[in-house]
């Protein structure tokens, strides 16, 4: 059974750090891609980004790219978010989940939720001042 877990949310002020996990099980660890992705309230989910659990390669949306990375432990069976630079805008539940069919390689590098498969149950992310 595949299961993603989310965890490290909190509150935070602007220009703070967050480091985001995302446990995973059920699955071969180097397979396919893990997303992390965000949903602010009154707005539809959005990527933030993915990695491709083999290679190792990442894309990152513009609005956090040099802000944000992904990292991996496979020893943990975790992928990290590692958030820098926080800002208000950063608000929301933060989601992982995962995709067998690297998608978003062949999407130029487009982490959308629709090719995602499988969820993490999310955690909620709150920059204030």
């Known amino acids: 059974q595949v299961r993603l877990v989310e965890s490290g949310g909190d509150l935070v002020q602007p220009g703070g750090s967050l480091r985001l996990s995302c446990l995973t099980s059920?699955?071969?660890?180097?397979?396919?891609?893990v997303g992390w992705f965000r949903q602010a309230p009154g707005k539809e989910r959005e990527g933030v980004g993915c990695?491709?659990?083999?290679?190792?390669?990442?894309a990152y949306a513009d609005s956090v790219k040099g802000r944000f990375t992904i990292s991996r432990d496979n020893a943990k069976r975790t992928v990290y978010l590692q958030m820098n630079s926080l800002k208000p805008e950063d608000t929301a539940v933060y989601y992982c989940?995962?995709?067998?069919?690297?998608?978003?390689?062949?999407?130029?590098?487009?982490?959308?939720?629709?090719?995602?498969?499988?969820w993490g149950q999310g955690t909620q992310v709150t920059v204030f001042s």
């Open positions: 990695v491709n659990m083999r290679r190792g390669n990442t």
């Open positions: 989940a995962s995709d067998f069919e690297l998608t978003f390689e062949r999407q130029g590098n487009l982490c959308a939720p629709n090719d995602f498969d499988y």
């Open positions: 059920g699955f071969s660890f180097d397979y396919g891609a």
